[in-house]
Antibody, heavy 118, light 107 residues
Framework: EAQLVQSGAEAKKPGESLRISCQGSGYTFTSYWISWVRQMPGKGLEWMGRIDPSDSYADYSPSFQGHVTISADKSISTAYLQWSSLKASDTAIYYC???????????WGQGTLVTVSS | EIVLTQSPDFQSVTPKEKVTITCRASQSIGSGLHWFQQKPDQSPKLLVKYASQSMPGVPSRFSGSGSGTDFTLTINSLEAEDAAAYYCHQSSTLPLTFGGGTKVEIK
């Protein structure tokens, strides 16, 4: 069974750094781009960016460019979303999903809750 | 950036009723429009890809239509399990974007 498994919930302070992960299994990881999607508490879905795991080429939404970094390590079938300096407004659930280029199928991670509070 | 405007924001519907959700794009996106369903405390799920192609396993009461700037998701004969938020999403132009969502409540 194909699936994406995300790392666990995180509680951080403003200014701290963080990297969350998304590991694919049950399918060829390099076959589908991975997108990251933010959902702030009680709000809708926001597309942050995507990465081609075969060569690590990434696109970003202007709303997130410069604040997050998307990367991937195809040798371990894992994509990452990284912050160098968190803000309280980064508090949200973050999903990874195989959408953004090919929509023949969609696999979603279970979501990672990131809480940023002093 | 292409803005997707969904309407309504919220709809309270009785079972077996028909639901129509619209999504309007700020510029033409051809058929690069997809519909997702997100049930409470769950990850989203793709229902319809490229405006009108239903995903395997999705109940036949869900259908999508439209092209260019105007799109519709229709739920024929709503069932209790359809209580969810529904989002349109465009993949035609970077940056990809989502609509604001439509919450469907069962009366």
């Amino acid at each position: 069974e194909a699936q994406l498994v995300q790392s666990g919930a995180e509680a951080k302070k403003p200014g701290e750094s963080l990297r969350i992960s998304c590991q694919g299994s049950g399918y060829t990881f390099t076959s589908y781009w991975i997108s990251w999607v933010r959902q702030m508490p009680g709000k809708g879905l926001e597309w942050m960016g995507r990465i081609d795991p075969s060569d690590s080429y990434a696109d970003y939404s202007p709303s997130f460019q410069g604040h997050v970094t998307i990367s991937a390590d195809k040798s371990i079938s894992t994509a990452y979303l990284q912050w160098s300096s968190l803000k309280a407004s980064d508090t949200a659930i973050y999903y990874c999903a195989t959408i953004g280029f090919n929509y023949d199928t969609d696999y979603w991670g279970q979501g990672t809750l990131v809480t940023v509070s002093s | 950036e292409i803005v997707l405007t969904q309407s309504p924001d919220f709809q309270s519907v009785t079972p077996k009723e028909k639901v129509t959700i619209t999504c309007r794009a700020s510029q033409s996106i051809g058929s690069g429009l997809h519909w997702f369903q997100q049930k409470p405390d769950q990850s989203p799920k793709l229902l319809v890809k490229y405006a009108s192609q239903s995903m395997p396993g999705v109940p036949s009461r869900f259908s999508g239509s439209g092209s260019g700037t105007d799109f519709t998701l229709t739920i024929n004969s709503l069932e209790a399990e359809d209580a969810a938020a529904y989002y349109c999403h465009q993949s035609s132009t970077l940056p990809l974007t989502f609509g604001g969502g439509t919450k469907v409540e069962i009366k």
